[in-house]
């Protein structure tokens, strides 16, 4: 059975950091595409980033430059590390496996307030 568990989420202050984590069991965590998304209340959900087998990255336009999609084979895990946080990134953020089918995490909430 697929499962995705994402953590690290919290209330952080504008222009702080924090990393979001994505545990993976029952897949073969190393050979498919994985990415963040988010949503808002009251929004659809959104694309944030993808990062595929080969580690190759792809950003939403409004991430860029302040956010790093990253993955640890060894340990079936997805990284979000989210820099220059501004409130416009509050949401609930989750996890996504491009597999045979896709799958999602229970999300977990960012909140970026002063």
């Known amino acids: 059975q697929v499962q995705l568990v994402e953590s690290g989420g919290g209330l952080v202050q504008p222009g702080g950091s924090l990393r979001l984590s994505c545990a993976a069991s029952?897949?073969?965590?190393?050979?498919?595409?994985m990415g963040w998304y988010r949503q808002a209340p009251g929004k659809e959900r959104e694309f944030v980033a993808h990062?595929?087998?080969?580690?190759?990255?792809n950003y939403a336009d409004a991430v860029k430059g302040r956010f790093t999609i990253s993955r640890d084979n060894a340990k079936s895990t997805l990284y979000l590390q989210m820099n220059n946080l501004k409130p416009e990134d509050t949401a609930v953020y989750y996890c996504?496996?491009?597999?045979?089918?896709?799958?999602w995490g229970q999300g977990t909430q960012v909140t970026v307030s002063s």
């Open positions: 996504k496996v491009f597999g045979n089918a896709n799958y």
């Open positions: 029952g897949i073969r965590f190393s050979i498919y595409t």
């Open positions: 990062i595929n087998s080969g580690s190759s990255t």
